[in-house]
T-cell receptor, first 115, second 116 residues
Framework: EPEVTQTPSHQVTQMGQEVILRCVPISNHLYFYWYRQILGQKVEFLVSFYNNEISEKSEIFDDQFSVERPDGSNFTLKIRSTKLEDSAMYFC?????????????FGNGTRLTVT | AQKITQTQPGMFVQEKEAVTLDCTYDTSDPSYGLFWYKQPSSGEMIFLIYQGSYDQQNATEGRYSLNFQKARKSANLVISASQLGDSAMYFCAMRGLAQGAGKSTFGDGTTLTVKP
């Protein structure tokens, strides 16, 4: 069964450094998302992406965050200058349709630790 | 705005017994979907089951079923014949047409522990 893959599984970085989290969505999916989960807390929406554009973003997704689909397969989340509070599990997800009936398919996540 | 409430931070169940995980939701959107995801200790998010707001019948997927009571705005997950591998965090989530179907709203989750 096709799946969403994320790399790396764990990233440790120092405060102020830039990080890029990588995702390969399911190949026939058109809609891509990033969510984050601070340890022990709920899963929060960050951004949705379609047709090479951001279609929706949350208030969390400020100027420090950016997303890109640099080629036909990868989808990346960049945090320009990491803060301690960016420490979280980051999930990439993809879907075939932006429909309320379409489930999201999540990757295994990247655990980001900012020290 | 949409809101999902999961009132059970933790639940215990004996192996082979059934368990119900509660989920209530709030939305003014007439068109929405409700989802349950499983998150094992390894961290990945696994889609389990979906219920649409216009579905007349409760959704079922193997040992998972959804007790959907639209008037009460509840969408409880029932796991039958619990197995040790069911021990995980379970999240209820919602997507709505009016809000922007791209965005899912998640509850706080329920940690299920299956006892041998």
């Amino acid at each position: 069964e096709p799946e969403v893959t994320q790399t790396p599984s764990h990233q440790v970085t120092q405060m102020g450094q830039e990080v890029i989290l990588r995702c390969v969505p399911i190949s026939n999916h058109l809609y891509f998302y990033w969510y984050r989960q601070i340890l022990g807390q709920k899963v929060e929406f960050l951004v949705s992406f379609y047709n090479n554009e951001i279609s929706e973003k949350s208030e969390i997704f400020d100027d420090q965050f950016s997303v890109e689909r640099p080629d036909g397969s990868n989808f990346t989340l960049k945090i320009r200058s990491t803060k301690l509070e960016d420490s979280a599990m980051y999930f990439c997800a993809s879907g075939r349709a932006e429909s309320y009936s379409s489930p999201l398919h999540f990757g295994n996540g990247t655990r980001l630790t900012v020290t | 705005a949409q809101k999902i409430t999961q009132t059970q931070p933790g639940m215990f169940v004996q192996e082979k017994e059934a368990v119900t995980l509660d989920c209530t939701y709030d939305t003014s959107d007439p068109s929405y979907g409700l989802f349950w995801y499983k998150q094992p200790s390894s961290g990945e998010m696994i889609f389990l089951i979906y219920q649409g707001s216009y579905d007349q019948q409760n959704a079922t997927e193997g040992r998972y079923s959804l007790n959907f009571q639209k008037a009460r705005k509840s969408a409880n997950l029932v796991i039958s014949a619990s197995q040790l591998g069911d021990s995980a965090m379970y999240f209820c989530a919602m997507r709505g047409l009016a809000q922007g179907a791209g965005k899912s709203t998640f509850g706080d989750g329920t940690t299920l522990t299956v006892k041998p």
